[in-house]
């Protein structure tokens, strides 16, 4: 399986949790009652989201993430002869 890049460039506002989230007894899960846990808003740039959270008076963080350095692999090389893994079924 090969992962693409798509929609890895944008900046991603989510909200702190007001409510601790809880396990509900008769089948187990995890809920909360707080509604803002399912907002994820997404900007273009990080001026965007900055110029927002502070229009809206919402205090923030500012995460920037290193991009990961990936090599192109074709399908083809994992029949390579140069291959230096072991060969698996």
Do not use: C
């Amino acid at each position: 399986m090969q992962s693409g890049t798509a929609k890895t460039r944008e900046w991603v506002l989510d909200y702190e949790p007001e409510q601790p989230r809880e396990i509900e007894p008769l089948m187990g899960w995890t809920s909360s009652g707080d509604m803002r846990s399912q907002v994820r808003l997404r900007f273009a740039t990080v001026e965007e989201a900055v110029a927002y959270a502070e229009r809206h008076g919402i205090p923030y963080q500012v995460f920037d993430t290193k991009p990961s350095v990936r090599r192109p692999i074709a399908y083809a090389d994992n029949f390579a002869f140069k291959r230096r893994d072991a060969w698996t079924h």
